[in-house]
């Protein structure tokens, strides 16, 4: 991980995920938010579930998200590491 961390991705891996929206995810704006929930992925956990399916693996992770859901190459790897790196914290 870079030496600099967001504040969102601070917050993100200082505590347990529990029922968090999937807009608290490091990444994750208001518009991508949207369409992650129109697709089911409302919650951190539903997402975190995703990437876990994909056996962590980063580029297939994030491809799939700039495919299916429209995120940038920006977002999806700020959500791939956001999500790896609070495997890394609590799993």
Not at 24 to 42: N, Q, S
Not at 63 to 72: D, E, F, N, S
Request: glycine share 8%; net charge negative.
């Amino acid at each position: 991980m870079t030496n600099y961390i967001s504040t969102k991705l601070r917050t993100f891996l200082g505590e347990p995920m529990g029922e968090k929206c999937v807009a608290f995810v490091d990444g994750v704006d208001k518009d991508l938010a949207i369409i992650l929930m129109g697709y089911g992925f409302d919650k951190a956990y539903v997402l975190l579930g995703q990437f876990l399916l994909m056996h962590k693996k980063e580029d297939d992770f994030q491809m799939w998200l700039m495919l299916r859901c429209g995120a940038t190459q920006q977002e999806a790897q700020k959500i791939s590491v956001c999500l790896r790196e609070w495997c890394s914290t609590f799993i």
